[in-house]
């Protein structure tokens, strides 16, 4: 590309690199947790509309996704579960088109009394955004916003279409992307802002989530020797869980995972019994989250979890005839790997992404695997569309004080501009 | 007694059986679990004040008694917390004054999936009254009401002073009772009909509860090895409990319960911890609560539960660095012997209450200590009152499909009417 459009590309994000970081901020104070979107993607659909794009926000419909590869079971409903999507219409000029996506939903914060200051009242200081979301991953979606932002004002627009998306679910099904699938949007390649350190994610693994519910014998606890404790029936499955998770990292690791020296997670990531003290607990139920790597088939990997749980409830005499429910309320999502996606457009687009970084950082790209999911799956394997994760660097996403760098965001906006003028190609406008 | 007047209090109590069973079954239907009991309360209180007592009904002020001995540390406020007493003012003939307590507070109920029927749409079935509370206490209750009534259908009342107690926090901190101490109700005995199978319990523990808090290092699930799992940090404590649980009971016995095989039971209530299944959970908080015996100094007790639990804690690396915090938030109660409260009327108390239950079933009273705490240690400690608990019989108190057996409580309803009678003295109305 001509040197002086690169040029004028760079200098428009710098430009407007202030006001980037004060929408960051607006978006971040959304407090954007399962259910609480709404404001958040109204204010994106506004954002987009004031910019001349044409907008589509939709409730996602279950009924209309529930048959499709990929679907995540749900539970509670999707009231208020908006996607919006911003399109430019590219003039046709043999440009690819390209879909640009980012998610609006964040994580629970935790206790407020672990972070140095209110979650959702953003700050910045010594060069970092903090706040819930911040990095994972407002400051991406909103990169994808100003990178077409400065193209504009450069005096271009891509020549191909282009879809912004910004979807719910992403942090717990992954339903709100495939609903842009199922709407029908398409493109010759996807690029998602998610913080990883402006790497290239070359894969990454697959998620379950399941949920076990124990019941116990409940009684008064001056009897608790008749009684038996849910809670405490949970120890023995969570500690054949940790078992397993050895036994999966102790096999032969998946090529793209061979450097990676813990590549399958579990996580018992939250846990509820009983409901008095001096009741012996009637119930307990915890959640557990299990990484796989691409390729790895779902159902038989959850059917090895769910065995593992109940020949450990088989060991004890209570649970033998009062066997853990197992439920699904999540995350039941493939690996994928853009480093093994075979079609000539992925290797355009790495190529394509790695020269914008180039241009921008001085360096080469540098790709790892990551043991998360991301959305990417759905554009990668149910839309045959490569799907690039690259975005800025961020820490502490899903603990507290979670803060996202300036200048990597500064530098990501840069790369995907020229990434999405390589890639569309630009015309006039 | 006379034994035509003895027939006619015991034929008044059958005559209003039917109608006592069916109030019953209105308290039982009103779901008084803690913050709730205001509109049983009020019902209480309109269904003394429709027999002409004299009530009082009141908000408990904590700052009124959190200087008393037997406070137990509050969470929460007590808007709505109702106790109500209702007084009868005797003759004065010399008879002695008597305190007729109940509690009104219910435990929660728990999933309600493990209920054959819903926990508070009381219901008979096969000589029991099933619902939540309906045997912990709301029988026993509203016996100590009709037993007074019976009195009242055979043409007599109370020649001395009665107060009929019903009061709330029970379950958790026994404040309730404490705070009809400190509004001044004495009297020389009180009577409260727990359901302990139609037996006089001789001896009650003493109850501690405390909350243990654990941070953990939360972290996305992607790099568990990174994070520290607060859930699972509780585990190695919860185990360091069952350990000091079991050394205490090999200790030598208190002599009241020298023949119950395990008197200090440990209870793990409670649990909670975590937001999200894909975060390494920054928290976990489980409840504990441990019995100790008459006599055992709460203060050395609790001092010895909080090095167990700080003890373990050093023993790992993170949390050694960031040990547990410890709250209490309920009971801090000591235990009560009645059959070593060293004043006449509780030997007077004692075998008034055995003429009156050997005049009604023909047996002996049998006595029993029990693992659990009840209100009678405010009266018994605090007061100097012989507090005698007896009550009918119920099942599955603090579990699912709590019931109480409607003849027992028939029979108790006259073993109180009797009791009355003879303690506080008739005189005719």
């Known amino acids: 590309m001509d040197k002086k459009i690169t040029h004028a590309i760079l200098e428009a994000v710098d430009r407007r690199f202030d006001e980037q970081t004060q929408f960051i901020a607006e978006v971040t104070a959304h407090a954007t947790t399962r259910g609480r979107e709404q404001g958040a993607q109204k204010l994106m659909d506004e954002q987009f509309r004031a910019r001349g794009y044409e907008t589509d926000i939709w409730e996602i419909d279950v009924d209309a996704i529930s048959g499709l590869p990929g679907f995540s079971p749900v539970l509670g409903n999707y009231d208020e579960a908006l996607n919006v999507v911003a399109t430019h219409n590219g003039g046709g000029q043999g440009g690819k088109s390209l879909i640009l996506n980012g998610h609006i939903d964040v994580v629970p914060e935790g206790p407020l009394d672990m972070w140095h200051r209110p979650p959702y009242e953003p700050y910045i200081d010594d060069g970092w955004m903090y706040g819930r979301g911040a990095g994972d991953m407002k400051a991406g979606l909103v990169a994808n916003l100003y990178a077409l932002d400065a193209l504009r004002d450069a005096g271009f627009q891509p020549a191909a279409d282009v879809y912004l998306q910004s ?83 102790a096999r032969p690791k998946h090529a793209r995972f061979e450097h990676v020296e813990h590549p399958l997670n579990l996580n018992i990531g939250r846990i509820k019994g009983g409901d008095w003290p001096s009741s012996v607990p009637a119930w307990c139920c915890f959640d557990v989250r299990f990484g796989i790597y691409p390729g790895q088939d779902i159902d038989a990997a959850s059917a090895e979890i769910e065995n593992c749980i109940r020949e ?34 992925a290797r355009q687009a790495e190529k394509s992404l790695g020269q914008a970084h180039r241009a921008v950082t001085g360096d080469d790209l540098q790709t790892m695997p990551i043991t998360a999911t991301t ?23 899903h603990g507290f004080n979670e803060r996202v760098h300036l200048d990597s965001i500064r530098r990501v906006t840069q790369t995907i501009a020229l990434f999405v003028a390589e890639w569309c190609g630009l015309e006039k406008t």
Not at 202 to 217: A, F, K, N
Request: proline share 6%.
């Open 167 to 249: 979807v719910v679910e992403e942090e717990c099904t992954g339903n709100g992307a495939l609903a842009c699938l199922q709407r029908g949007y398409r493109a010759d390649a996807a690029l998602i802002p998610e913080p990883f350190d402006e790497k290239l994610v070359t894969s990454q693994v697959g998620i379950i989530w399941m949920q076990v519910y124990l019941r116990g014998t409940p009684v008064h606890a001056m009897q608790t020797s008749s009684g038996v404790n849910a809670i405490e029936a949970a120890i023995p499955l969570i500690a054949a869980l940790r078992k397993l998770e050895e036994n999966w990292n």
């Open 312 to 345: 450990a409830a088989r060991e004890d005499k209570y649970l033998r005839n009062n066997p853990p429910e197992i439920t699904y309320h999540g995350f039941l999502a493939e690996g994928y790997s853009l480093a093994d996606h075979d079609k000539p457009e």
């Open 375 to 397: 959305d990417a799956r759905f554009f990668g394997l149910y839309a045959d569309t490569p799907a690039l994760v690259y975005g800025p660097t961020a820490e502490s996403i």
